[in-house]
């Protein structure tokens, strides 16, 4: 089977929305074992949309087509498709009182201008939206079938979950002889790690890719095929060797989530103290639900004197060592930990940039600490020629990725390869 994607969308052409659905929907289908072939993107220009239903109908099985079924003028999905079959639109009657009952039972006087989203195509199968007012639906053309969805994520996302993904598995027989394992990496970079991987001899039906998200890199290794699944174990065995220390999470999308789950399993607790990563530690934990039941407390302590009055770092170790030093951040940690008798506490203090580097410390300076019950463990690392967004994120990574070795009993501090460390 040949799955492709129209994202259709002048505000997506042009570059004025980035298109979170596109990649969201290949990561989705690909852990069904179903890849995604092709991606198109297409403006909001009826002749276009017509060319592009035509053209890939004749290449793809299915084609999942997102955007424009909204009740504007720019939103050409129905219209197009109708012209593509040599159709007419038609009021699909069901819909048309779906939009009726939402308006009144919202308590909203409908537009005239949402009827035009009752309008399908002659011989369109009608696909609800159980949260939205844009009607899905699906078309065959030539060699494939076009599913129609909406742009707004929330509906998008919803009706690939519960309506496309079963009518793929209902119309295409699909080979369930496939798997995919995920591992996210720190501190190496796409090319370093695939210099290193391609020393791997793949079987047959297995492939090695690389998904970028700052700051980390994730590793897909996919299996299609018994033969391919058997070798997994072993292939992954070869990955972990070659990659050490660089892979700190497995089936996870970031380290935060990674820290989420073993903080919940361990039952202990957790306080923040940042000053240059400026509450980035604190809000990814907080994304997770359930977060507060380990989460004590995260402060934003930016100032000498928020350190000094809050956290209780001596005045004299800032004069002695400056704010981003190890001694300060210590002392950062220990406070935070102390407030209220946490298992554990973070702490930064850096220098983001892109001003404020000394020749001692230049941009890109942080030091980061954690401390337990029974101990502090510290670093001072160096992130040269990053953006002050990439200091701070790459900082939070390196927190907690202190914190996962040391739930998991692992060295604390070790060495990252793309990024340096002052001696201590």
Known sequence: MKLEMICTGEEVLAGQIVDTNAAWFASTMMEQGIECQRRVTVGDRLEDLVAVFQERSHEADIILVNGGLGPTSDDLSSEAMALAKGESLIENREWRERLEAWFTRNGRVMAVSNLKQALLPESAIMIDNPVGTACGFAVKLNRAWLFFTPGVPFEFKQMVKEQFIPFVKQHFDIDGDVSLRKYLTLGRGESSLADELEK???????????????????????????????????????????????????????????????????????????????????????????????????????????????????????????????????????GARAILDSDFALATSGIAGPTGGTEDKPVGTVAIALATKGAVYSQMIKLPRRSRGLVRSLSTAVAFDMLRRELLGEAVIVDYESIGRFKK
């Open 200 to 334: 791997i001899e793949l079987p047959k039906g297995m492939t090695i890719g690389y998904r970028s998200s700052m700051p980390h890199i994730e590793i897909k290794l996919f299996a299609r095929g018994y033969l391919a699944i058997s070798q997994l174990d072993k292939i992954e065995a070869q990955i972990r060797f070659l990659l050490g220390n660089a892979i700190v999470a497995d089936e996870k999308v970031s380290l935060a989530a990674e820290i989420h789950e073993l903080m919940l399993s361990a039952g202990l607790s957790l306080s923040v103290a940042e000053s240059c990563t400026g509450g980035m530690i604190a809000s990814q934990l907080i994304d997770f639900s359930g977060s507060s039941s380990y989460l004590h407390h995260g402060l934003v302590t930016y100032s000498n004197e928020s350190k000094v009055k809050v956290l209780g770092v001596k005045p004299e170790t800032l004069d002695d060592h400056g704010a981003v030093s190890i001694a300060t951040v210590e002392e950062m940690a220990k």
